[in-house]
């Protein structure tokens, strides 16, 4: 027998689907900022390591740098744009990183990568972090606050 539905069967249907839906958009909130900051996580840690083989390659000679300078690479480009690598004959490039990653908390899509991220100089105190002639860390420009508690330019 094929019967229509009564108007308080559609609207308890209807009400009921959105309760389900209320109930739902706060969990999707969450992983989407959980996977926002696993994604933070990675990028901090590929772009550190990324800086750190800089380092380890100017110490053992095989990226040119003055005497005065720390060592640290000069700024983010350099780590996926590339370096002559002095070792060489033919001083072919040296890439740390693929790409630049984007801090995902940046809120200009269109923004550089580069310009996503905050610098810190080898000389600036690790208290209030400041770009200089070098890159020695980076950090995420968002005032926000991970599910941890800890800010995310703390990360």
């Keep these: 027998m094929n019967r229509g539905f009564t108007l308080i069967e559609l609207v308890v249907t209807l009400a009921i689907l959105g309760l389900l839906a209320g109930m739902a958009a706060p969990m999707l ?24 083989a800089y380092k ?62 905050g610098l810190r100089s080898y000389e600036s105190g690790p208290n209030a972090p400041e770009p200089g002639d070098d890159v020695y860390d980076v950090h995420s420009l968002s005032p926000g606050v991970g599910l941890n508690g800890v800010p995310y330019r703390d990360w």
């Design 29 to 52: 909130g969450r992983l989407q900022r959980e996977r926002k900051e696993n994604e933070l996580r990675r990028d901090l840690r590929e772009i550190r390591t990324a800086i750190d």
């Design 56 to 117: 380890t390659d100017t110490e053992d000679g095989r990226i040119a740098t003055s005497v005065d300078a720390s060592g640290y690479p000069p700024s983010l480009d350099v780590l996926w744009k590339g370096v002559p690598d002095l070792s060489r004959p033919d001083h072919r490039m040296i890439y740390f990183l693929r790409r630049l990653p984007r801090d995902p908390f940046y809120p200009d899509q269109g923004a550089p990568a580069d310009q996503t991220w």
